[in-house]
């Protein structure tokens, strides 16, 4: 494909090293070849206007457009094939225009752009004493996350990311700015929170409404570390239960618990933690003088009050540092410095291919049904053998609860679905090109056993767009992603309208449009 003339940012194409430099995201390592991740152009556009003309030649020539802002997508559907196009964002809106805050009646807002990674803009925030929850990846940009959510540590006690969205600044079809609110078009403001991302027009900017530190002050946070133990996982994981289980649970508390194999690259996660460790463990050092972390479990726990009345219960906290190897005990911090101390400081967990695994359920009967035990034995048949060449990466976190904002979010604008659920469940399996086959057996045994009308976890299969797997079809699975067919005929109707030429559809992982 040839480069468009007028266009004044970068264009590459196939056989040069920028594009095969450029071209690479986070599903490259997985899905380059079986979803087609190679697009005939890329172009890093420097400005709207650029956008426009990429959008215009893409209508000309009857071929589609994949946007990209970090490209952090699981099954790679921010890239396309040879025919389309890519449109990289990353670096397109970063100037000293493309954030700033603003308060109206006494409420504070930030209009942003979606070029900010998520440790760039939480460093913004911190900055100004302000905050928002957002996901856990520091190299996660705007764009792809406000669209599919923003799930993180906050989900509890604020909700997502993109419940906090109130205006959203889009190019077009047929290549014209426009504003995006609830009163102005709520349909097309529903689909783009949540309906597919990049697939309704090109966002540039958003505006949020934020949260001030002084609003909550008292809040505290700990983190600590476990070395990998089933027992000590199962106890922590009956706490999560204990959580998930109690739809009156308090709104204030937050609890995630992350499992790593060997080899995690700690030190992202706790840049403190060397000198500690080398005092303390001074046996994980090689005679390199760079450390092998051994396997290990996370747990972040938060509290947060919202009026004067709250108390922390400190025995709660007790259970997470209770074994621990390091921690720095609950520190009582403001809420912009606690969401930088939850941030993963690496572009990814392991540097080899995956098979991912997010699940979600609406059960409040995990621990009757003897969740806790189950998933700890699936972990550990995937960690304890030392010579799998399988790295896992787990997630294990809390959301639901008739008190908790993710919850009582639902209905607000946004098309984010499974607003019922109370736990996200991700089990991710990198591996070795000899581990393959092991890492994907462990999977399906997941599926098989987890999830489905006598699943231990779910009797339905939820799943997110962010963190998508199997079927790169989205028509076709169409039911694991959205609650019902009206919702997902709604999307279409209104992916029609907004697509009418077809140069949002870059690949099959797009609600398809209404005939």
């Not at 925030?125 to 302000?130: A, F, N, Q, R, W």
């Not at 309704?200 to 133990?229: M, N, P």
């Amino acid at each position: 494909m040839a480069t468009i003339t007028g266009i004044t940012g970068n264009q590459f194409v196939p056989g040069t090293k920028d594009y095969t430099n450029n071209k690479y995201q986070y599903a490259s390592s997985t899905h380059e070849k079986d979803h087609d991740m190679n697009p005939g152009l890329i172009i890093q556009p420097k400005s709207i206007e650029d956008i426009k003309l990429a959008l215009k030649y893409a209508k000309s020539q009857k071929i589609a457009v994949a946007i990209r802002t970090g490209g952090h997508q699981y099954s790679g559907a921010s890239s396309t094939s040879a025919a389309n196009i890519q449109l990289d964002l990353e670096r397109t809106f970063q100037g000293p225009n493309d954030r700033n805050i603003f308060e109206k009646d006494e409420k504070t807002f930030v209009r942003t752009s979606v070029s900010w990674s998520l440790g760039t803009f939480n460093a913004y925030l911190t900055e100004h004493k302000l905050f928002i929850p957002h996901g856990q990846c520091t190299e996660v940009h705007l764009g792809g996350h406000v669209q599919t959510g923003g799930y993180g540590q906050l989900g509890r006690s604020f909700g997502l990311f993109g419940d906090h969205v109130l205006s959203l600044e889009i190019v077009d079809h047929d290549s014209n700015l426009k504003e995006v609110t609830k009163a102005t078009d709520p349909e097309l403001f529903y689909a783009i929170l949540g309906g597919s991302p990049g697939n309704f027009g090109v966002l540039t900017h958003f505006t949020i409404e934020v949260h001030r530190d002084s609003d909550y002050q008292g809040s505290r946070g700990l983190k600590a570390l476990h070395w990998y133990d089933p027992k000590t996982l199962k106890r922590l994981v009956d706490s999560l239960v204990e959580m998930s289980d109690n739809p009156d649970f308090p709104r204030n508390y937050d609890l995630c618990v992350s499992v790593l194999s060997s080899s995690f690259p700690l030190l992202d996660l706790w840049p403190e933690l060397d000198g500690q460790m080398r005092k303390k463990h001074p046996e994980i050092y090689g005679d390199d003088d760079m450390p092998f972390w051994p396997r290990s479990i996370i747990v972040y726990a938060q509290w947060v009050p919202f009026s004067k009345d709250d108390v922390c219960d400190m025995t709660w906290f007790s259970r997470f540092s209770k074994g621990s190897i390091f921690d720095h005990g609950v520190q009582e911090k403001p809420m912009s410095q606690l969401t930088g101390d939850w941030i993963f400081r690496n572009r990814r967990e392991f540097d080899h291919p995956y098979v991912k695994r997010t699940y979600l359920t609406n059960s409040t009967t995990l621990g009757k049904d003897g969740w806790a035990d189950w998933v700890t034995n699936r972990i550990d048949a995937i960690v304890k053998p030392e010579a799998n060449r399988c790295w896992l990466s787990a997630q294990l976190q809390s959301f639901g609860g008739k008190h908790s904002k993710f919850v009582t979010n639902a209905d607000n604008g946004t098309s984010y679905s499974w607003r019922d659920s109370t736990l996200v469940a991700t089990l991710d399996a990198f591996h070795s090109p000899s581990g393959k086959e092991r890492a994907e057996d462990w999977e399906k045994v997941n599926d098989h056993e987890g999830i489905g009308p006598n699943g231990i976890f779910s009797k339905q299969d939820r799943r997110v767009l962010w963190g998508s797997y199997g079927s790169f079809d989205l028509d076709a699975s169409w039911s694991y992603y959205y609650e019902d067919r009206a919702k997902y005929e709604r999307l279409q109707k209104v992916r029609q309208a907004a697509d009418p030429d077809g140069i949002f559809t870059p690949n099959t992982f797009c609600v398809k449009r209404l005939a």
